[in-house]
């Protein structure tokens, strides 16, 4: 609900209202409209308040800030992605070679004849 999620993170209920209106925000909603904020709402509302206050960007930055974390966030999860997967062909590869080794026995010499 607002009015807790306004009390964890020390701001005034009207300003997660205006932080949402901004788009800075964006917490899920009850059937009954309810706001519910999860723990990342909380961690971006603790986020823009320290940009706002600590390094005084107005909303624009702050917004700006915002989007640079997402598509950072994004592109991390792309990365983990593709890393997994190319582990995970590496290790498909290693199988098939160890199909492939034969052992190499050397040709017998002929039995000696008496």
């Known amino acids: 609900m607002i009015s807790v999620a306004a009390e964890l993170v020390g701001m005034h209920p009207q300003t997660l209202r205006l932080y949402e209106a901004k788009g800075l925000v964006d917490p899920a909603r009850t059937p009954g409209g309810t706001r519910l904020y999860s723990e990342a709402d909380l961690d971006r509302l603790r986020l823009v308040q320290r940009l706002t206050t600590e390094l005084g960007l107005n909303h624009a930055g702050v917004d700006h800030v915002l989007r640079l974390e997402d598509e950072l966030r994004r592109l991390r ?13 590496i290790r498909r590869t290693h199988r098939q070679y160890r199909r492939e080794i034969v052992v190499y026995r050397p040709p017998q010499p002929p039995a000696a004849r008496s």
């Open 77 to 89: 999860a792309r990365m983990e992605a593709l890393e997994r997967e190319l582990r995970e062909e």
